[in-house]
């Protein structure tokens, strides 16, 4: 539609032929009869001006006509069926009736809204509607412009990939799937070897940990049960991939079923499903065992598993003296959603030293055993009992070296150098017992949970002195989870939790000097501990269209009895508190708001202040969905944290030359947080990534004091407030390329912190600073060889005061190459190239290779050889910085081995 501009619709612009002045004779000119009137004192031929206005009307009416006879006008608004949501970013195209190609074309904007503008030739026209998730819809209309509203119906999308007989993802609401025989190698033996390709899916190859657009997943399901709970790392580095024929990923996956609709959840679940051949049946890798020498090696395992609809088991068996860390797949990886969640802590430091960016397998001479068994029941439609147990004994020694620089202030350095032999021996069993009741209406768990853990660390230290070091490290724990929601119609729940641990730490601390130059002398320390907690809520929710309010109140406590043998130290920690909260999903938003207050009393034993006040730690989360494929997010929030048993308790040597002395003072620490990320998805082209950044400061009444000298390091907390602040930014970026069966992947991070403290009687503030940069890539080079390689660069530096340190570089490559030589012989190779900074002016380069050799008699019989340590590499060694100190680390390894293995399968 042409709009006239306003000045030609009004009479005023026009000269008005009202009183004007007529001839009486009006005069021929040519064959045009003319009339001439008066306007303003001067004749004028009206006559030919007015035709020629009608002339040109017309003239430009009829343009105007066959424009808009020619040019068709589509216009509507698309929006979901089921939820009303306007569909930002589908696409709207217009076709021939006999043809499937594109005539127009538009995406919808942020109101759902397309229009297309599109010169007309047919008798009639498709118009088009698609959005990823929906079913697409096509009407034959007329060539003439009209408004043309949809509403789609949600329908499995199955994303269209080249040179592929079967889709690598596809999506369908809120869960991605992967097709796992797209991400599958030949090399591949287990579930985590194929995880690691997927885009958008992190594994931590040190817990097994598994993260989704940079954040862990909050269930891990096997058939949508909830088998292993948080040790899933241990049935991932099991089951095997070929047993796999999808793996799903839940977005926003909110477990308790009572609350869906209600609470949304911002991280995501994974979902294994397996193929038909795997269900019902034992699977697994069977029997594994192996001899080598250099020194005698031995490797054994065992693995058996089966998934049925109403019974889950899986069991294991493993041991072996080459090194590898069989326990860390082990070790639960929080999930927990409500309930307290708490890290094991020693009252004493273990001297074992770190290898990051090693596998332990190189530094670790071991002798190690774990057994597992777990167990699912479904007793009705959403019910089921699980049963976990798992128990190891292991030995392990490692032998490293040191060199530490304190800096004191005024271009002082204190150094240690130190030399360890280190043998830990450890007996740890856990096992719990929960029934889970899962419905729509009600959510009801229990779980008894009990582990006790028997570890004892023999160390020997050289310096000056020659220190003979042994820790006791036992630990004993019982406890109760109790959890109830119900939800009596759409809009009402009600939620009761109680959480009950009790535990014993009776541990101990000696160390025997050998002096030489007399700095150190002969100790022992105990620490007796016992701790109850009882965490208890009672929340009512009720719902108001798409808002949910929660009133929550609860009443926690702490009981700590620690025992030093000289001094006996209670704290007792009661809080009150009443937490209102408020989340909204609708449309493109989801948000939630916290105000948590709480009136939290501290007492205890005469040598500990106490506490008694308010605290108030709100917390805002925002997220807004730009379309399918963006999303962006923030939070915010406070928090106070009163410390614990532990940093209060003076006069306790953490090792042997390391005390903390305190005066009782509470050390409150109160935070304040902001972060901003930016998340995008496109499994059509198979592209995830995520940009994230963060904002810390932490305020604390207490600021710590240093002093460090021959004989000891000595920890005090001194009056003054102490300000530390943190900047930290990370992301990722995964892509799927078809050329090649190539995957790439991409993470990067940057961080700076600021703080200070009190080094030997001087207020030092200081500042740490550090980037990582990691591009890794899967690809196939030809006949069927695949090459995995990835580089790690990063630096790191601190600057005390304004002196700023040297900046510490470190490198690391990876490559993986698997040469298929027959269809029964295959031969991989692994590197691992290490330029590592161990001071200002010196690097350490490092090349470390392994070979595997593998004959496949039978689909269910494998033989192999494994050459480790090809290069016989004997010491690895890197440098770090760490608040007001600098250390550089050294370690020996593992000589070249070789060890021969058989692995009978059954399927």
């Not at 795997?278 to 069977?286: D, T, V, Y």
């Not at 021996?425 to 929960?434: C, D, E, F, P, R």
Request: hydrophobic share 35%; proline share 3%; charged share 20%.
């Amino acid at each position: 539609m042409t709009t006239f501009p306003k000045r030609l619709s009004q009479k005023a612009d026009f000269p008005s032929l009202r009183g004007a002045k007529r001839r009486s004779n009006p005069e021929k000119i040519g064959n045009e009869k003319r009339r001439m009137c008066l306007h303003n004192g001067k004749y004028t031929d009206y006559g030919i001006k007015n035709t020629m206005k009608k002339y040109l009307i017309i003239i430009i009416l009829a343009i105007l006509c066959f424009e808009a006879h020619a040019q068709t006008v589509l216009s509507g608004v698309v929006k979901s069926a089921r939820t009303g949501e306007l569909l930002s970013g589908a696409n709207v195209t217009l076709h021939a009736t006999d043809s499937d190609n594109i005539i127009a074309y538009s995406i919808c904007n942020s109101k759902g809204e397309y229009s297309i503008s599109v010169a007309a030739q047919s008798d009639s026209l498709n118009l088009r509607v698609a959005y990823l998730g929906y079913a697409e819809q096509i009407i034959r209309i007329a060539p003439q412009s009209q408004v043309n509203s949809f509403s789609l119906e949600e329908k499995e999308f199955v994303l269209k990939e080249s040179r592929i007989t079967a889709p690598k993802i596809r999506s369908v609401g809120d869960t991605v799937s992967y097709n796992a025989s797209q991400f599958t190698r030949e090399q591949d033996r287990v579930l985590t070897d194929m995880l690691k390709r997927l885009p958008g899916v992190e594994v931590n190859v040190e817990t097994g940990g598994i993260k989704y657009q940079g954040e862990p997943i909050n269930r891990f399901y096997i058939e949508n049960q909830n088998l292993m709970d948080g040790r899933y790392g241990e049935i991932s580095k099991n089951l095997p991939v070929d047993a796999v024929k999808t793996v799903e990923i839940l977005e926003n996956h909110q477990p308790v079923r009572a609350l869906q609709d209600i609470s949304f959840s911002d991280r995501a679940a994974m979902n294994i499903k397996l193929t038909d051949k795997a269900k019902g049946r034992w699977i697994g890798n069977g029997f594994t065992a192996g001899l080598g020498a250099s020194p005698m090696l031995w490797r054994a395992e065992l693995s058996a598993m089966r998934f049925s609809p109403d019974f889950q088991t899986y069991l294991t068996y493993k041991t072996n003296n080459t090194g590898q860390d069989i326990k860390i797949y082990n070790n639960f990886i929080s999930i927990q959603i409500i309930g307290i969640d708490e890290t094991n802590t020693n009252a004493f430091y273990s001297p074992f030293i770190s290898s990051p960016d090693l596998d332990k397998k190189r530094s670790f001479f071991n002798r190690s055993h774990v057994f597992s068994i777990n167990n699912l029941w479904k007793t009705g439609k959403e019910s089921n009992i699980r049963f976990n147990i798992d128990y190891r004994n292991e030995e392990t020694g490692q032998e490293s070296s040191q060199l530490t620089k304190y800096y004191l202030g005024a271009d002082s350095v204190y150094t240690y150098s130190e030399k360890y032999r280190v043998n830990s021996y450890q007996n740890k069993a856990s096992g719990n017992l929960t029934y889970t009741k899962n419905d729509a209406k009600l959510f009801l768990e229990n779980k008894i949970s009990a582990e006790a853990d028997w570890q004892n660390i023999n160390s020997t230290i050289q310096n000056a002195d020659t220190v003979s070091q042994r820790l006791r490290l036992p630990g004993f724990e019982i406890g109760d989870e109790f959890k109830i929601i119900a939800r009596t119609d759409k809009k009402r729940t009600y939620h009761f939790t109680s959480d009950n641990k009790f535990k014993l730490q009776p541990q101990e601390l000696r160390s025997d000097i050998s002096a030489q130059a007399g700095n150190l002398s002969d100790f022992s320390q105990i620490a007796d501990i016992k701790t109850f907690t009882s965490a208890n809520t009672l929340a009512f929710g009720h719902n108001i269209k798409r808002v949910t309010v929660n009133y929550m109140a609860g009443y926690d406590f702490k009981i700590d009895n620690y025992n030093t043998g000289s001094d006996v130290f209670r704290r007792n920690e009661h809080v009150v508190d009443f937490t209102p909260s408020l989340s909204y999903q609708g449309g493109r938003w989801r948000t939630s708001a916290q105000l948590p207050l709480s009136y939290v009393n501290i007492s205890g034993s005469d040598n500990i202040d106490g506490f008694s006040g308010l605290v108030f730690e709100p917390s805002l989360r925002l997220t807004y969905s730009i379309g399918y494929f963006w999303e962006l997010n923030a939070n915010g929030g406070l928090s106070s944290d009163l410390g614990s048993i532990y940093d209060v308790v003076s006069g306790v040597m953490k090792n042997y030359r390391t005390q903390y002395v305190f005066d009782g003072a509470l050390p409150r620490t109160d935070r304040a947080m902001a972060g901003f990320g930016i998340n995008y998805k496109n499994p059509i082209r198979a592209v995830f990534a995520y940009v994230n950044l963060s904002y810390g400061r932490a305020s604390s009444s207490n600021t710590t004091e240093q002093t460090v000298n021959a004989s000891q390091i000595t920890h005090r907390i001194v009056e003054g407030k102490n300000t530390s602040q943190s900047i930290n930014a990370n992301g990722y970026v995964s892509k799927i390329f078809d050329w090649q069966r190539c995957s790439a992947k991409f993470n990067w991070s940057i961080s700076r912190s600021r703080s200070q403290q009190v080094q030997n009687s001087i207020l030092m503030p200081f500042s740490n600073f550090s980037f990582l940069l990691n591009p890794s890539f899967d690809i196939e080079t030809f006949a069927d060889q695949m090459l995995s390689y990835s580089i790690s660069i990063s630096a790191a530096r601190s600057t005390v005061h304004s002196a700023k340190q040297p900046f510490m570089h470190n490198l690391k490559q990876n490559f993986t190459y698997y040469i298929p030589v027959t269809k029964k012989i295959n031969i991989m190779l692994t590197g691992e190239y290490l330029r590592n900074q161990v001071s200002a002016s010196q690097h350490v380069n490092m090349f470390l290779m392994d070979a595997v050799a593998r004959y496949k008699i039978s689909p269910k019989i494998e033989l192999s050889i494994n050459w480790n340590n090809i290069f016989d590499t004997r010491e690895y060694s890197y440098s770090s910085y760490s608040d007001l100190y600098y250390t550089s680390y050294s370690y020996t390894l593992r000589p070249m081995n070789i060890i021969f293995t058989a692995n009978v399968r059954f399927r």
